[in-house]
T-cell receptor, first 109, second 114 residues
Framework: EDKVVQSPLSLVVHEGDTVTLNCSYE??????LLWYKQEKKAPTFLFML????IEKKSGRLSSILDKKELFSILNITATQTGDSAIYLC?????????FGAGTILRVKS | EAQVTQNPRYLITVTGKKLTVTCSQN?????MSWYRQDPGLGLRQIYY???????DKGDVPEGYKVSRKEKRNFPLILESPSPNQTSLYFC?????????????FGNGTRLTVT
């Protein structure tokens, strides 16, 4: 069964657009939710979220967690072609870390 | 430079020929893990290690072996590779498990088994 579901699976936008990526989860003993960006090679860490309602922000990227509704969103404002990547959501629960399938974002110039 | 190093980056082999993918980290991390990445399936954990001489199965351990004899190294061994093990493999490490300690990934090994 799917424990971590990301949507949409893929997305094409134009430079300057704002995008919202979704990650929903269904796990017990939730500990944290993490976002990673994967370009051509290794995933790189973006955010770790453990508490509901507290926005994490880094430049044009921001993320928030809703532990009641069991989801997180990743927002990217004023998108640039360099934001084109796969965005991975991962949920830590118990002693496991499970990744979603990812959202493929393509930003067209 | 702090990093996780995997070798080789690309590997083409034939069914049944034993191979090893090496992974080394220079950050003194306790936790290390192997993932495979397949289209539409995301990253799936193969094996992980919480510390030296401690290894555990992840979600897809069949057909793989690992060892953790030293803190810095965590090789992945395929005793008898099969075509369904064709995939992109990532080694990752973190300071202590993964709670409050994000994973650092290697650059990946693309394996093709014919």
């Amino acid at each position: 069964e799917d424990k971590v579901v990301q949507s949409p699976l893929s997305l094409v936008v134009h430079e300057g657009d704002t995008v919202t990526l979704n990650c929903s989860y269904e796990v017990t003993n939730f500990r944290s939710l993490l976002w990673y960006k994967q370009e051509k090679k290794a995933p790189t860490f973006l955010f770790m979220l453990t508490s509901s309602g507290i926005e994490k922000k880094s430049g044009r990227l921001s993320s928030i967690l809703d532990k009641k509704e069991l989801f997180s969103i990743l927002n990217i404002t004023a998108t640039q072609t360099g934001d084109s990547a796969i965005y991975l959501c991962a949920v830590e629960y118990g002693n496991k870390l499970v990744f979603g399938a990812g959202t493929i974002l393509r930003v067209k110039s | 430079e702090a990093q996780v190093t995997q070798n080789p980056r690309y590997l083409i082999t034939v069914t049944g020929k034993k191979l090893t993918v090496t992974c080394s980290q220079n950050m003194n991390h306790e936790y290390m893990s192997w993932y495979r990445q397949d289209p539409g399936l995301g990253l799936r954990q193969i094996y992980y290690s919480m510390n030296v001489e401690v290894t555990d199965k992840g979600d897809v351990p069949e057909g793989y072996k690992v060892s953790r004899k030293e803190k810095r190294n965590f090789p992945l061994i395929l005793e008898s590779p099969s075509p369904n093990q064709t995939s992109l493999y990532f080694c990752a490490s973190s300071l202590q498990g993964y709670y409050n300690s994000p994973l650092h990934f290697g650059n990946g090994t693309r394996l093709t088994v014919t």
